[in-house]
C-alpha cells in the first residue's frame, strides 16, 4: 500500500501521528499540492475530493480522508487499547472531542488561512472578510479547550486518543493565523507541552 500525502499539511500530520502512535510503517509517495498536482485527472481517479491524505490498497482501492484512513488502521491492527477508544463511553468521548476539535477548530483555520492568504486564490475563491470571522471562531474555541484541560488530562479522558492528535495539530497550526498560546491558556500550554513529547510526535 502506499500513502499520498504532502507530510507538511495539518491533514498528512494527523495520519502520520496515528501510524507513528501504532508503530506502523506505510511508504509514502509526496505530492506538489501548491503545484496542482492534486487537481490532476490521474490524482483524482485514486482520490475523489482531490485532496491529500490518500491510501492506496494493494488492490488499487483507495480511501481519503484522515481520519477514514486512522480508522481503517486501527481496525487492521485491533489491539488492547484503541486510540479511538475501547470502551463504548470512551469511543462515544473521543468521537465528540474529535468532532468538536474538527468542525470548531481545524475547519475554521483551514477557512481562515485559505481567505485570508489567498494560497490557492488561483483555484478558489478567497473571501478575506470570511478569513477574519475565521479566525475569530477559532480565538473563540480556546476557551472551551481550555477548561477542558483544566478538568481532564487528555482531550476526551485520562487517556490519550485520536482526539489528542487533532487537538495538538490544530494549536500547532494556528500560529500560522497570528495566534499564540500566551499565559491565558495554561491548561492548552501543558498540554501541548505533554503531548509533544511523546516519540511519535519528534520522527
Known amino acids: 500500500m502506499k500513502l499520498y ?11 502520520s501521528m496515528f501510524l507513528a502512535e501504532m508503530n506502523l510503517e506505510v511508504e509514502r509517495v509526496q505530492v506538489d499540492v501548491r503545484g496542482g498536482e492534486n487537481l490532476s485527472e490521474e490524482f483524482l481517479a485514486l482520490s475523489p ?17 484522515s481520519i477514514a484512513i486512522c480508522r481503517y488502521f486501527d481496525a487492521l491492527h485491533p489491539g488492547d487499547h484503541s486510540l479511538f477508544g475501547t470502551t463504548a463511553l470512551e469511543k462515544g468521548q473521543v468521537e465528540m472531542w474529535l468532532r468538536m ?9 483551514f477557512q481562515a488561512f ?5 494560497v490557492y486564490q488561483d483555484r478558489e475563491r478567497c473571501v478575506k472578510a470570511w478569513g477574519e470571522e475565521s479566525r475569530l471562531r477559532v480565538e473563540e474555541f480556546l476557551p472551551t ?3 477542558r484541560l483544566g478538568e481532564s488530562l487528555h482531550l476526551a479522558g485520562p487517556g490519550f486518543s485520536v482526539a489528542d492528535i487533532s487537538g495538538f495539530v ?3 497550526f494556528i500560529a500560522n493565523l497570528g495566534i499564540t498560546l500566551d ?3 495554561p491548561n492548552i500550554q501543558r498540554w501541548y507541552q505533554r503531548v509533544g513529547s511523546r516519540p511519535a510526535f519528534n520522527q
Do not use: H, K
Open 5 to 15: 500525502e504532502a507530510s507538511m499539511t495539518p491533514s498528512a500530520q494527523r495520519v
Open 49 to 65: 475530493n482531490g485532496r491529500i491524505p490518500v491510501l492506496q490498497l494493494d488492490d488499487g482501492t483507495s480511501l481519503c480522508e
Open 183 to 185: 499565559d491565558q491558556w
Open 114 to 118: 485559505r481567505n485570508l492568504t489567498g
Open 145 to 147: 479547550l481550555e477548561q
Open 170 to 172: 490544530f494549536i500547532r
Open 101 to 109: 476539535v474538527e468542525l470548531q477548530g481545524l475547519m475554521v483555520g
